[in-house]
């Protein structure tokens, strides 16, 4: 009834394997397009239930216990329902994961502006107004709100060392020792969080914004004391999430609290102002980076360390140094990491956590000592690419990093390159390029899908899976209309509803690979269904064309099945693979850019990315993966900031129009190319994640390209016109 699969390395259990001719990989549009641009996409908001009321969420004013000052002349405003102050909505549905949301304290906020409060109203003009004139006193604790201020938290400090660092950089012939910050940054999902909770008097259906659903249903469970199987959470259509949807969110608790207590259903948005200050931050992190080398740029010694935020008794710590572990060969290792406690809204997940900060600036530090030693960047890189996992010794899965800079290299016309930097102009602007390697750690999750192959030869796809905007939706059908022999038309997918299998989620690149996998286990498990029916051994069944044949028996999909639809459920665990290799995803990103030598403007001309990462499953989708994570390390390298106030730690730029996401106008032609080879280790779909591959290093590109066009080095991202400015002068 259930084929599990466990990934203990890369021999699989006699599996089907896709033969590269049929439908997956194919370059399909999202099937979920057209419902999305014509409206019909229905997303947690839009969700009007009879009887429906609105909550609004009131924030804590500073810091420490709060106290409601006016709550009694609130509640009796006209149309006002209820005011709701309960400690169940103190607690911080940062990073989630775990199933359980961690509890920040009872009553007392622990960053400015964390929503302690929640008016409900018949209309949502009343619960706006009822909310902007409900007074909240905090007592206004003396908390740490700089990283310069916190205390590191000794069990988040962490230190990995190989050989003896200290005697190889001071032996060194080049050496290099710099660093580098990167600034707080925030998910800017165009959706905002936005939660519609029903109560039954039993059960509690939510519509939420959120990724990972079998994660949240147990997070909100846990937070509202309930049994998971009385909390039922959907989410089929999600606007972005960018990791701010990993976990549950503050709409969430409230709007389900509201709907347990009232006995109505209630509709909780946040503001565009609420999704900067509410939701989780990507930490900012200072970086020190030393590099050591030989005449022939052969790294010596390798020196990592960051220090990163978050709140206090919150789990997540960024993993900055994740792709610094295993990028580049050194005999001599040392990194380290820490953790300071501040009160700041909490720290997570935000677009490829580690690498995203981590890559970024290791590789510009690698374009320094190339800068340094004399040697050509890329030809540096190919130099120091390890053979195994340094420190570890583990193999590599598969390893094609010397290809992705080889390939790009050529592909982006790098030859000729004059290493010097400002050595072009045009006008007011220095020209430049610039390149980075890209990794990534691909990473494989649970997951389970099921698929309903029907009597009139169609198939059904379904798991709690959900697509935030990546492709799941076509890309299930893909892999079940490969499995089956049928066309992708041919197969329904729902997905989004926790009543059905639970599927990965869509967090660390993981769900088109893992859930994928369940969907094709799920297939397999009906191929075995219908080889036994035709007496033929799985492995020579074919189906194609809706016909399954074994030998010279030929028939259709309708006559196997004999008026019954015919079920496989599928279920991934990532098994020992993961421990016996070291699985990853890799690229190189080059970038050409023209900064103002008058306003220290860079305006980003082109850019190259090449990625592996496994079989590709989607042609289209992939690569628009690739071009929004480039998009997005354009957006790194030269606009996002979130400031938060020095006195307080709230955030000062909390709209789309002071925290800068890179538009249309910003991002130029951005060329991709994926060479596309299945990893036996990720599984039998060989699919390995690819959506947080392209921010990786995208950004470094840009750094280094800026330094060659003008020389000036940027070091505290991202490189704002007055930082370039002040480097020019
Ligand atoms: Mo992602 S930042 O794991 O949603």
């Known amino acids: 009834m259930t084929l599990e699969h466990q990934i203990d390395g ?22 979920d397009g057209a419902a999305k641009v014509c409206g019909a996409a229905r997303y947690a908001a839009e969700h009007h239930p009879d009887g429906m009321l609105h909550g609004v969420l009131v924030r804590a004013p500073g810091l420490g216990p709060v106290r409601l000052v006016n709550a009694d002349e609130i509640t009796a405003i006209p149309g006002v329902r209820r005011v709701f102050h309960d400690a169940r ?318 390939e790009g290299r050529d592909r982006f016309g790098w030859d000729g390159r004059s290493p010097e930097p400002r050595q072009r102009r045009e006008g007011e602007w220095w020209i430049g390029t610039g390149m980075a390697a890209a990794v990534r750690v691909n990473m494989v999750s649970d997951a389970e899908a099921r698929v309903t192959l029907t009597p009139d030869g169609r198939a059904l796809v379904e798991s709690d899976m959900t697509d935030i905007g990546t492709g799941s939706y076509t890309i299930f059908g893909q892999i079940a209309a490969e499995a089956l022999g049928l066309s992708p038309d041919d197969i329904d997918v729902v997905l989004g509803d926790t009543d059905l299998p639970p599927g990965s989620g869509s967090g660390g690149s993981v769900g088109a690979a893992s859930t994928g996998t369940a969907v094709w286990l799920a297939c397999e498990e009906i191929r075995r269904a219908i080889a036994g029916r035709m007496e033929c051994a799985p492995g020579n069944l074919t189906m194609a064309e809706g016909h399954a044949t074994c030998g010279n028996d030929r028939r259709v999909l309708q006559d196997v099945l004999s008026g019954q639809p015919l079920k496989g459920h599928g279920k991934l665990a990532p098994g020992a693979a993961m421990k016996k290799v070291r699985q990853a995803t890799w690229g190189a990103v080059f970038a050409e850019v023209a900064v103002s030598d008058v306003t220290g403007e860079t305006r980003v001309r082109r850019m190259q990315g090449t990625f592996a990462a496994g079989r590709i499953l989607n042609q289209r989708t992939a690569r628009s993966q690739a071009q929004g994570g480039m998009a997005w390390g354009l957006g790194l390298a030269l606009t996002e900031a979130l400031v938060h106030d020095r006195r307080d730690g709230h955030a000062v730029n909390r709209d789309l129009a002071e925290y800068h996401v890179p538009v249309n106008a910003d991002v130029p032609h951005l060329d991709v190319r994926l060479l596309d080879e299945p990893d036996d280790w990720a599984g039998p779909l060989g699919a390995k994640g690819i959506g947080e591959l392209g921010i990786c290093g995208s950004g470094s590109a840009i750094l280094n390209a800026i330094h060659h066009a003008c020389g000036v080095r940027i070091r505290d991202l991202p490189a704002t016109p007055d930082r370039v400015l002040a480097g020019l002068a």
């Not at 009553?107 to 109203?121: D, E, M, N, R, S």
């Not at 990163?308 to 900055?320: A, T």
Request: net charge negative.
């Open 89 to 406: 909505m103190i607690r911080n549905a940062a990073q989630g994961g775990a199933g359980k949301a961690p509890v920040q304290g009872v009553k007392a906020a622990a960053y400015v502006g964390q929503p302690v409060a929640l008016v409900v109203a018949e209309d949502f003009a009343t619960a706006c107004e009822a909310a902007n004139r409900l007074r909240v006193e905090a007592d206004g604790a003396d908390l740490p709100v700089h990283p310069k201020a916190g205390e590191p938290d000794p069990d988040k400090t962490k230190d990995k060392t190989t050989g003896d660092f200290d005697t190889a950089f001071s032996e060194a012939a080049v050496t290099l020792d710099v660093t580098y910050t990167t600034p707080a940054m925030v998910s800017a999902a165009m959706e905002p969080h936005a939660a519609v909770a029903e109560w039954d008097g039993e059960r509690l259906t939510l519509h939420g914004a959120l990724q990972m659903l079998r994660d949240n249903k147990a997070e909100l469970a846990d937070c509202l004391g309930l049994a998971e199987d009385k909390v039922r959470v959907l989410s089929p259509f999600i606007g972005g999430g960018f990791g701010s949807k990993l976990g549950i969110s503050a709409d969430c608790v409230a709007a389900a609290l509201a709907a347990m207590e009232l006995g109505c259903p209630v509709r909780v948005v946040q503001s565009r102002r609420q999704v900067f200050e509410v939701n989780t931050r990507r930490t900012e992190t200072s970086q020190r980076i030393r590099l050591a080398a030989d005449r022939d740029g052969r790294l010596t010694a390798i020196g990592h360390s960051a220090r990163v935020s978050n709140l206090p008794d919150e789990s997540f710590s960024e993993p900055v140094l994740q792709g610094t572990a295993f990028t580049y060969a050194a005999p001599n290792r040392l990194l380290h990491s820490e953790l300071v406690r501040i009160h700041r809204p909490a720290a997570g997940s935000v677009r490829a956590p580690g690498e995203a900060v981590g890559v970024t600036t290791f590789e510009a530090a690698m374009d320094e000592l190339a800068n340094e030693a004399g040697i050509d960047p890329v030809e540096l890189r190919l130099r120091n690419l390890p053979e195994v996992e340094p420190g570890s010794g583990r193999p590599f899965s598969s390893h094609r990093l010397a290809e992705c800079l080889t």
């Open 10 to 31: 890369p021999e699989d259990e006699g599996f089907a394997r896709p033969d590269g001719n049929g439908p997956l990989g194919a370059d399909l549009e999202r099937r």
